[in-house]
């Protein structure tokens, strides 16, 4: 075999040196790139979950693209950082040559001073892959996002669907629902309190049995209630007006008449200014009727709007009526209205107590003698007031039992005592003149 040309060994040479050069830069960037990617995948991993978890999650297409361009915006990031460590291919020739132990013969024939040695089959730089260093993060970091695309998660709405919710707003709401159903009233209202019930729904569901939220319910139902029961107060006034003058109008006197179109009217204001409002069709023939006129009118209309009135009135009454049992219900639970005794742990709640079933102690509850009253006795007297009762004993009375004498008035045999013992028995006679001589 004829030996290869300077210029054809220097090729050889020059190729191998790049590719090691190519080989050694991409490792620094790997390596520089393989902690940002991992972190980058965790955060995307964790963003494309919570928005999967709360249904914020837009297409796959936009998902897809706005990572790859904030992968690639790491990854450019990485390969600007990297460049430093970067090698030449001249800096690799010096590698195969100081491996080889060529003694910078490489070195020597780039600067042209001796001729390019012969290339071996095998160059060897000393530098080889370490594949489960270099690809297991990047393909982890891979999987991680891939994963959080299709792993099974829960969703927030259906935790809030499944999460119990307090009666008191179910009741709320499958009564608003009954009138929209119905017809009954204006959407209006109906609208104004969903929006309240929407606002108490966007709370933590940990927080809907706090005291402020069952507060709040309990506003809402209470004023609900109350502009029901103002509606078909109204209407059912505004009905007996309309029937009142509608059969006895001609046999009432001027006054009388006058003061049941006064009433109808004012019913009707009143349905027209209170907060819930009967439909907007039974209001506008109620505000079309002329009470005046009420015998021009065809009777068989009146028959009928006063048949919608009495309908819309006993939908609000059995509507009422249902929101009363409930409450009653409950405060039987709470407040004794059921006599029976419980067998088993009750509803606890606010007002109510903890719920629980009696002979939770066992047979020890049969002892503990709850109505028998003790005396308490305590030994500390320091903090005692005047009056305290501190102690009772047994006492008897001191009786003198000797034998009694009769005596002279103003007469005893018992010897002087005290100063009359010494004024009369112990003072000589000298003594008695001088005293009395000091005090004259």
Sequence with gaps: MEPLSQSHQEKIWTYHARSISKKLN?????????????????????SILGSRYFDHLPSYFLSISALLLLISVVTYSCW????????TPIESLVRIEDKMKLRNALSAAK?????????????????????????????????????????????????????PSPDARNSLEQALEELKDEEIVQEEYIEEVEEKIDELKKQDPTEWFSHSSLEAVDNLTKNHTAASKELQRNMQHA???????????????????ENLLDDFGKAVENMDAGAMKPNQELLDQLKKIDPKQLSQLNEEQLNQLRKNMRKMVEKLKQQQQNGDDGESDDNKEGEGGDKREPTKPGRGGIGRGPGHAPGMLGDEAEQLELNKEERLRSNDLSNTLPGDLLETTDGEHDIDQSNSKIRSGGDTDNKGAGGERVWKNSLLPEEKKAIKKFFK
Aim: hydrophobic letters at 50%; a neutral charge.
């Design 80 to 87: 600007l950082a990297s460049r430093k460590k970067f090698e």
């Design 26 to 46: 991409l490792a620094w960037w790997v390596e520089l790139l393989n902690l940002p990617l991992a972190i980058t995948a965790l955060a995307a991993a964790a």
């Design 111 to 163: 600067a042209g001073v001796t001729p390019w040695p012969e290339a071996p089959a095998e160059i060897d730089a000393g530098v080889s892959w370490h594949w489960p260093r270099t690809l297991l993060p990047s393909m982890c970091s891979i999987l991680v996002i891939i994963a959080a695309f299709f792993i099974p998660i829960g969703s927030y709405a259906e935790e809030i669907r499944n999460f």
């Design 239 to 257: 009905e007996r007006t309309l029937q009142n003058l509608q059969k006895h109008g001609d046999k009432l006197n001027q006054q009388a008449k």
